[in-house]
């Protein structure tokens, strides 16, 4: 007889740096009846978000789609009433949607060059199979372009690594021990629950939380000081405390001298950054400037928590790359629970070669690396690509090769798109200047397959409908951005109807493709066996992992890095030690790597385009902060009506300053019309004192669940980073006035 019950251990998957060790009860039936959090895991502690907590509900959500489906013949392309997409479809069976895909991409490709078909994802699942391993094999075999994967970490994790050279971080575990903690654009209650309670415990020791946010967020309104800056004036602040911090002699000489390089430089540049200069950018005052940085220089352990609010602006990646210096002039890396963390991602040193499997673009009808198409102009790559090149504003396609230099942009070279295939992501939603976005997958020539769990706000526009997996239906290995566990994820329960994962997808259709490389059979236990390098002595040859086993993965499910094995005898203390991996080998204040491109070597503030200092202030003087929602994650979960009735206070509401209110007669409550040159959206105004005036705010949505279809990206602009080309949706001006 079955057992009633096994407990599977699972790793959450979603795009969080928490990476929750997941324990999920299944019963006789094979139907999962609980999850929970691993109470084994150092960091999850045995507790799950509010999201995930009900994520039966997701999982068993009447909603899911079950089979294949494709669009009726003749029916335009557009979005459909709630409820009632599936009347635009007809259910297929997984063969003949299958060959009718591969079919049309061969035939895009034969027509216009293999280049014109267009991957599209992000991080539904961050998993490694999940996130990127078939699929990259498939679309490099393919020669299709490259997508460059820039929307969310790309000008943070550029800045860090210009400084530092890899991404390490000061282990989670550790803020426990700080004294000090400052969260810099980080929405630790709402985004990083897991870092709470180790921010808890070290006030209970005395520690003070500083939130520097221009919104009053969870964690701010919980914090002991909530400096709410300007939007986009974070370089500034970050050199002002540091014109404050070598003007009073407060930086670590010995820890500057032995591992630094450019710091002479870097002060001399500071001292341009006065208290009072920075005043009138942040909308501080000198003496909080002043007084920030004494506490921040002559507290230890000083701990940084920097997340990805602070470069989503224009100069967002100059902003983390001077915020990222602050620790290395204060030496605060040479304290156990001192020093900083913006992703810990750097330690997992995964076999990507062969996961991805670059090299199969020699053998695609290219014979070499196809062009990079920046995510963050999908509305661009549809509508504008290939078609002659206007304006000065750019085309988001980068040259090969320059994926880790700083952004610059190339001309567009290369087929308009005619074939778009979207997993992992729902761009309908998410992605900036929707509008443009909307009528590039409007186009009744492109071709669009969508593999989603869910109808979605891109599904609309698919003339397939792929239906896939969560985590609770696949087999997967997992890092994390927040912690330095590696974690087995095990398939606990069947998929529904006919769901199934990407790794099986992309299988599939590289067998209809005829693509004949042993690898397009690979199962994802080959495949996880590939990423940890799993050599003949059973251990993984990865460095940093050279102690994990397969027999170790399967038994606790999760197995921390090298570096974090025994924390207490050997606490990881990044950056002290060692030969750096930038030019210098040291961390650098001065980039030798941005001076070479001929740019400034060191970080200064200017003031973003599409803010109060820019031209277009004076028809949109409002700064707009469109913001992710507490209870949704991105656009997932936003279907859910328990999800959707914890966001009830914000959801549909435009924060505002009551002055900037009153300035447009505009009373708490009342419809009103936010819009710029992209869009305009309707909202309800909601008055918040906390904001910064001049600044409103509001959170993502589903674009069909608002009225009209469209959410708060048809205001935000596909303007790049300065470093990293990543998106600014932190940097927009808009006008209120009442609906
Ligand atoms: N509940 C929940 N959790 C999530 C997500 C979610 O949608 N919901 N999304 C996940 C994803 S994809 C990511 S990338 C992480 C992101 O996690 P966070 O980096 O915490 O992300 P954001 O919410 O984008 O930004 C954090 C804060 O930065 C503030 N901010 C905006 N502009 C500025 C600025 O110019 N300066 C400063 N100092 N602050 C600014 C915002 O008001 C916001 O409160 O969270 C992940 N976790
Ligand atoms: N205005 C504004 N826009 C933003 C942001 C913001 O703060 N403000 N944040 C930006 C950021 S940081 C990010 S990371 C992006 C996020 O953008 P996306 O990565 O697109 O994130 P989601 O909206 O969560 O959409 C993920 C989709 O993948 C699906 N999915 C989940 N698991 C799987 C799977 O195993 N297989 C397949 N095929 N699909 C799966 C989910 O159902 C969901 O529809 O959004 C960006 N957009
Ligand atoms: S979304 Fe984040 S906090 Fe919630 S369960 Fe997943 S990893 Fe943990
Ligand atoms: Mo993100």
Request: charged share 25%.
């Amino acid at each position: 007889m079955a057992e009633p019950f096994r407990i599977v251990h699972t790793v959450c998957s979603h795009d969080c740096p928490d990476s929750c060790a997941v324990l999920v009860t299944v019963n006789a039936e094979g139907r999962a009846v609980k999850i929970e959090g691993d109470p084994k895991q150092p960091v999850t502690l045995g507790f799950l978000c509010a999201k995930v907590a009900k994520y039966l509900d997701r999982v068993y959500s009447p909603e899911r789609i079950l089979h294949p489906l494709r669009r009726r013949a003749g029916l335009a392309k557009g979005p459909l009433e709630r409820g009632r997409e599936h009347e635009a479809f007809e259910r297929v069976t997984w063969d003949e949607a299958l060959d009718a895909i591969a079919k049309r991409l061969k035939a895009v490709s034969d027509t216009y060059g293999p280049e014109s078909i267009l991957p599209y994802s992000y991080a539904g699942t961050i998993g490694v199979l999940g996130y990127g391993s078939m699929d990259r094999r498939f679309f490099a075999r393919l020669g299709a372009s490259r997508l460059d994967r820039t929307i969310c970490a790309e000008a943070g994790g550029q800045a860090w690594n210009l400084v530092y050279g890899r991404k390490f971080g000061t282990p989670t575990e550790d803020f426990r021990l700080a004294k000090l903690i400052v969260a810099w654009g980080a929405n630790v209650h709402g985004n990083n629950v897991h870092l709470w309670p180790m921010i808890e415990q070290a006030r209970r020791k005395g520690a003070r939380l500083i939130v520097i946010d221009p919104y009053r967020t969870r964690t701010a309104a919980l914090a002991d000081w909530h400096i709410a800056i300007r939007p986009g004036t974070d370089a500034a602040l970050a050199l002002g405390m540091m014109h404050v911090i070598f003007r009073e002699g407060l930086e670590d000489r010995a820890f500057i001298a032995e591992r630094t390089h450019g710091a002479e430089r870097l002060a001399a540049r500071a001292q341009e950054y006065t208290p009072e200069r920075v005043a009138a950018w942040t909308g501080l005052t000198a003496e909080e400037i002043e007084s920030l940085a004494r506490e921040y220089a002559t507290t230890r352990p000083a701990v940084l928590r920097m997340n990805y609010g602070v470069q989503r602006s224009e100069n967002g990646g100059t902003a983390a790359r001077a915020i990222a210096m602050l620790p290395a002039v204060t030496g605060a890396w040479r304290h156990r629970g001192g020093g900083g963390q913006l992703s810990t991602s750097g330690a997992f040193a995964w076999n990507k070669q062969a996961v991805e499997r670059p090299d199969l673009a020699l053998a695609s009808p290219l014979g070499r690396d196809a062009r990079l198409v920046n995510m963050c102009r999908l509305g661009h790559a549809l509508t504008q690509l290939g078609a002659r090149e206007q304006g000065s504003e750019g085309t988001g396609i980068r040259e090969q090769g320059t994926e880790n230099s700083t952004s610059r942009m190339d001309s567009a070279e290369g087929p308009p798109v005619h074939a778009l295939f979207v997993y992992n992501s729902n761009p309908g939603a998410v992605a900036p200047n929707q509008n443009a976005v909307r009528r590039g997958l409007a186009r009744s020539d492109l071709f669009t397959v969508v593999h989603d769990l869910f109808f979605t706000d891109t599904t609309d526009y698919a003339d397939f409908i792929l239906p896939a997996t969560t985590f609770l239906e696949h087999t997967e290995v997992q890092g994390a951005y927040g912690h330095y566990f590696v974690q087995l994820s095990k398939q606990a329960i069947e998929p529904p109807g006919e769901a199934r994962s990407n790794v099986w997808l992309f299988g599939q259709l590289a067998q209809r493709m005829g693509f004949e490389e042993p690898c397009f059979r690979d199962t994802p236990e080959e495949i996880i066996r590939q990423a940890l390098k799993i050599g003949a002595d059973g251990r993984s040859k990865n460095a940093g992992m050279e102690h994990i086993t397969m027999e170790e993965l399967e038994e606790r499910g999760h197995v921390p890095l090298a570096i974090h094995r025994d924390p207490e005898a050997h606490p990881f203390l990044p950056y002290t030690q060692g030969t750096l991996e930038t030019p210098t080998g040291k961390i650098e204040f001065y980039s030798e790597t941005l001076a070479a491109a001929g740019e400034d070597g060191l970080p200064a503030f200017h003031p973003p385009v599409e803010s109060r200092w820019g031209e277009g202030a004076k028809r949109y003087p409002l700064e707009l902060l469109g913001r992710k929602a507490d209870n949704y994650l991105n656009s997932t979960f936003a279907n859910l009506e328990g999800h959707r009735k914890m966001e009830a206070r914000l959801r549909h509401r435009l924060e505002m300053h009551p002055a900037d209110a009153e300035a447009r007669a505009i009373a708490d409550g009342d419809a009103v019309c936010v819009f710029n040159d992209r869009g305009s959206l309707e909202l309800t105004a909601l008055l918040n004192a906390s904001l910064p005036a001049g600044v409103v705010a509001a959170k993502m949505d589903w674009a069909k669940l608002h009225p009209g279809g469209i959410n708060m990206n048809v205001l935000t602009s596909e303007r790049l980073t300065d470093i990293g080309a990543g998106a600014t949706f932190y940097s927009t001006l808009v006008e209120v006035k009442k609906a």
